[in-house]
């Protein structure tokens, strides 16, 4: 799986939206508002995510990413699993950047298993036009876009799977 070349991660740092998701298990409790910031520190990347879950209160989820590579690379790999102040990189995801919008307004995130995937954005929806692009790139990286769930109900609320939204070519 290919990744974006020439990252600046500085540009990367903040807040991100998650517009759709191969969803984790760790968001299975999760019903919309989800939200990622990143922080960087020298080379690790501080990582708070956040969602609303369906009883109303919010679920947050801190862990701390590396470079899996070159730092001009997309491709991280993030634990979330602390022991005492340990991390522990042996529970790591792979989180490789596989679309990035030049001005670093969306970003589209997969691993190589393909059993997850993000859409993320800096607003809380894209552009029709945008959301078909980051389709378009989760399909040539082998993702079938019936897997991902929309999550932003700015995008579409319902929590549609991603192919209803952008349908594949000739379909």
Not at 90 to 95: T, V
Request: charged fraction near 20%.
């Amino acid at each position: 799986m290919a990744v974006v070349k020439n990252f600046d991660a500085q540009r990367y740092m903040g807040d991100w939206h998650e517009i759709a998701t191969v969803p984790a298990s760790f968001q299975d409790d999760c019903s919309g508002a989800a939200q990622a910031r990143y922080e960087l520190d020298g080379l690790l990347v501080h990582v708070t995510n956040r969602c609303a879950t369906g009883s109303g209160t919010e679920k947050t989820a801190k862990g701390l990413a590396r470079f899996a590579g070159p730092s001009t690379e997309g491709k991280l790999e993030v634990t979330f699993v602390d022991v005492g102040g340990w991390w522990m990189w042996q529970a790591a995801g792979r989180y490789w950047i596989i679309g990035l919008d030049s001005d670093y307004r969306w970003s589209v995130v997969g691993e190589p298993g393909r059993d997850y995937a993000w859409i993320l954005a800096r607003e809380e929806a894209l552009p029709d036009q945008t959301l078909a692009r980051a389709a378009a790139i989760l399909r040539e990286a082998g993702y079938d876009t019936c897997d991902l769930i929309v999550t932003s109900t700015a995008q579409a609320p319902g929590r549609p799977q991603l192919c209803t939204l952008v349908p594949p070519a000739g379909r």
